[in-house]
Nanobody
Framework: QVQLVESGGGLVQAGGSLRLSCVAP????????MGWYRQAPGKQRELVAGILTGGVANYADSVKGRFTISRDNAKSAVFLQMNSLKSEDTAVYYCAVGTLFSIDQSAVRYWGQGTQVSVSP
């Protein structure tokens, strides 16, 4: 019954940009790490980026320098700015809420419904 509301997915050409947004209940988001996972057909779900409540962030090597994660604690929201998109970024992207210090998959408490990101050649 906990709902994470995602938006911002879509179709974009390679080299383009998209911005994903996720809003969670404040009581959950305010004291927990948040992040973004993605899953492409035939692949396991992988962590794209995570961010702690204080703003410390980490990224998958494949997206470093291209993606930026941020959060607005007052709005209980997390964002993923995706620039220089590549075809291999095509996947369903899931917002996630973890624990106080972890956004590892084993620590995820809540998942968003997923939003499709498709990057054409």
């Amino acid at each position: 019954q906990v709902q994470l509301v995602e938006s911002g997915g879509g179709l974009v050409q390679a080299g383009g940009s998209l911005r994903l947004s996720c809003v969670a209940p404040k009581s959950i988001a305010s004291v927990n790490a948040m992040g973004w996972y993605r899953q492409a057909p035939g692949k396991q779900r992988e962590l794209v980026a995570g961010i702690l409540t204080g703003g410390v962030a980490n990224y998958a090597d494949s997206v470093k320098g291209r993606f930026t994660i941020s959060r607005d604690n007052a709005k209980s929201a997390v964002f993923l700015q995706m620039n220089s998109l590549k075809s291999e970024d095509t996947a369903v992207y899931y917002c996630a809420v973890g624990t106080l210090f972890s956004i590892d998959q084993s620590a995820v408490r809540y998942w968003g419904q997923g939003t499709q990101v498709s990057v054409s050649p």
